[in-house]
Nanobody, 123 residues
Framework: QVQLVESGGGLVQAGGSLRLSCAAS????????MGWFRQAPGKGREFVGG????????YYGDSVKGRFAISRDGAKNTLYLQMTSLNPEGTAVYYC????????????????WGHGTQVTVSS
């Protein structure tokens, strides 16, 4: 059974940084694409970024390009999201997801989801 468990969320001041982690288990993820999404109160789920589990290759949503970076540690089966220059618009629940099509930005293109971790950015 696939499990994705996010951690690392919390309260951070505007301009600050935070690193989220997603521990993946239950299958081999080579060949998969891992993604991060976020959902602010009253809004839809927004694509943040994605990475090929094998061989890297990343892509990002326009609102976070240049500020967020995705990486993964295959030995630890863990995905990361390094967030810098956070602003209050970054306040949301952040979700980790796994899919099989590189470049997909729609939530419907991802097969497995974690339960999310809350990030709150204070002004």
């Amino acid at each position: 059974q696939v499990q994705l468990v996010e951690s690392g969320g919390g309260l951070v001041q505007a301009g600050g940084s935070l690193r989220l982690s997603c521990a993946a288990s239950g299958r081999t993820f080579s060949g998969y694409v891992m993604g991060w999404f976020r959902q602010a109160p009253g809004k839809g789920r927004e694509f943040v970024g994605g990475i090929r589990w094998s061989g890297g290759g990343t892509y990002y949503g326009d609102s976070v390009k240049g500020r967020f970076a995705i990486s993964r540690d295959g030995a630890k089966n863990t995905l990361y999201l390094q967030m810098t220059s956070l602003n209050p618009e970054g306040t949301a629940v952040y979700y980790c997801a796994a899919g099989n099509s590189f470049g997909t930005v729609s939530p419907s293109g991802y097969l497995y989801w974690g339960h999310g971790t809350q990030v709150t950015v204070s002004s």
